[in-house]
Every structure is written in C-alpha cells, then in structure tokens.
Nanobody, 125 residues
Framework: VQLQASGGGLVQTGGSLTLSCASS????????MGWFRQAPGKEREFVAA????????YYADAVEGRFVISRDNAKNTVSLSMNSLEPEDTAVYYC???????????????????WGQGTQVTVSS
C-alpha cells in the first residue's frame, strides 16, 4: 500500500490548512487511517485516526476541537482539516494505514504498517 500526503504549507497563527492522503489500497475501506506528526527533535506523535467503514474518529487531546479527520472511501482518500492553528502545530505530518489494528493501539506509531512520505506544516507566530 502506498500513501501520498499533500496539502502542507506555511500559515499564520489562527489559520487553517487541510491535508490530504491518497491511498493505493485495493479495498481502502478495510484500512484504519491515521495522521501523526513529528516536530524537530521530538518523537512522532499521534494526531487523529478514523476507522474504515464506520468512520469512527479519534483525536489527540492537543487537537481535539480544532482538527477534523475524514475519509472518502470511494476516492481512497483521508483528510485532516486543521483550524485555529498554533505554532506548536508546526511539524511534518504523516498519514498512516493498517488493515488490522487493535483499538487500544491506534495512537501508537508501531500499530501502523504503511506510511506516507510526510508533508510540512509551518505555523508562524
């Protein structure tokens, strides 16, 4: 499975960006999709995730209420709409996928088998 993330860029504090991730998976709806981010000098951290068919969503506390994850199973894409961006949101954002995830592990980097190349998001103060 190949993942291609896009949509990153430079935005001012309080601004918005929408990231997209396109998947080559044959049955995209079978895959649990996640977004992670990694700031310079920090470990990669969970941002949001969405289940395959039910589209149940999960968020990190730091982005709850500001970010929205969604998916279009017909187009094999997952999106992350980011609002009220803060300088602390600056990072490389990665999309990830896996077809077999235990719910207790969805916030773990190691739970995902497939990763996109990352897209840079920079929020200026």
């Amino acid at each position: 499975v190949q993942l291609q993330a896009s949509g990153g860029g430079l935005v001012q504090t309080g601004g918005s960006l929408t990231l997209s991730c396109a998947s080559s998976a044959r049955t995209f709806s079978n895959y649990f999709m996640g977004w992670f981010r990694q700031a310079p000098g920090k470990e990669r951290e969970f941002v949001a995730a969405i289940s395959g068919r039910s589209r149940r969503t999960y968020y990190a506390d730091a982005v709850e209420g500001r970010f929205v994850i969604s998916r279009d199973n017909a187009k094999n894409t997952v999106s992350l709409s980011m609002n009220s961006l803060e300088p602390e949101d600056t990072a490389v954002y990665y999309c990830a996928a896996d077809s077999s995830i235990i719910l207790s592990s969805i916030r773990s980097v190691s739970a995902y088998s497939y990763w996109g190349q990352g897209t840079q998001v920079t929020v200026s103060s």
